[in-house]
């Protein structure tokens, strides 16, 4: 069973920054692209970033230029750097590996006050 633990969530004062960081279980993780996706109440879930196992990387246009995807393969591990972070960024962050064998972790919380 392949498990995506996410941490790094919280609260933080708009123009803040987080780092959120996505554990993996198994040994597909380097061969697997990792994505990034948010759900903000009342709006359905939408994909913030994306790497491929290559490191290449996509952004919405909504974070693009104040957020990094990066992976450490060695860790298992996916993280999303947030800076410049906007109340509009309020949501929950949920990691997912899209390909191989598709999974969700179980979120975590972000909030933004302004």
């Known amino acids: 069973q392949v498990q995506l633990v996410e941490s790094g969530g919280g609260l933080v004062q708009a123009g803040g920054s987080l780092r959120l960081s996505c554990a993996a279980s198994?040994?597909?993780?380097?061969?697997?692209?990792m994505g990034w996706y948010r759900q903000a109440p009342g709006k359905q879930r939408e994909l913030v970033a994306v790497?491929?196992?290559?490191?290449?990387?996509n952004y919405a246009d909504s974070v693009e230029g104040r957020a990094t995807i990066y992976r450490d393969n060695a860790k298992n591990t996916v993280y999303l750097q947030m800076n410049s972070l906007k109340p509009e960024d309020t949501a929950v962050y949920y990691c997912?590996?899209?390909?191989?064998?598709?999974?969700w972790g179980q979120g975590t919380q972000v909030t933004v006050s302004s």
């Open positions: 790497i491929t196992s290559g490191a290449n990387t």
């Open positions: 997912r590996r899209l390909a191989p064998s598709p999974s």
């Open positions: 198994g040994s597909i993780f380097s061969i697997s692209t």
